[in-house]
């Protein structure tokens, strides 16, 4: 089953993606930084899987040829993970940018991190590079 974001939510304990058959399926503690993965069952997809903030390694959104937008996770050992796919390219990066800095802030090793963002040229966002500050 394919995993397609329903939607981006936010609370003062946490940030949320919703798949449409998975509710709060990634969440993001804003208190630790530390990700929590609950896709339910299926193929790629994680349940129960906790990444902490010292692991993340940043986000991808990524153009799709259907047209839509693939979200994605860099995390672990050169790890990389399809959280899902939006058409809601602007709130996706809105999310995304609200989470890596929700992330970095609890981060307690130094590490090379940055949040990629690569669009299609015809997109009104444009191509993204975010580097840590």
């Not at 090379?112 to 690569?118: K, M």
Request: with cysteine; proline share 2%; aromatic share 8%.
């Amino acid at each position: 089953m394919s995993k397609t974001i329903q939607g981006f939510r936010e609370k003062d304990y946490g940030m949320f993606i919703d798949l449409t058959d998975a509710m709060s399926s990634v969440s993001v503690d804003r208190k630790t930084g530390n990700l929590v993965l609950q896709e339910g069952a299926g193929e790629d997809r994680f349940t129960g899987a906790l990444i902490t903030s010292d692991f993340c390694h940043g986000f991808t959104l990524s153009a799709t040829p259907e047209g839509t937008w693939a979200v994605g996770l860099r995390f672990g050992d050169q790890k990389s993970h399809v959280l899902g796919t939006t058409e809601d390219e602007a709130g996706a990066l809105q999310w995304l940018k609200k989470a890596w800095d929700v992330i970095r802030s609890n981060q307690t090793t130094e590490q090379s991190t940055e949040i990629i963002f690569a669009s299609s040229p015809a997109s009104t966002v444009g191509d993204h590079l975010l580097q840590p500050h």
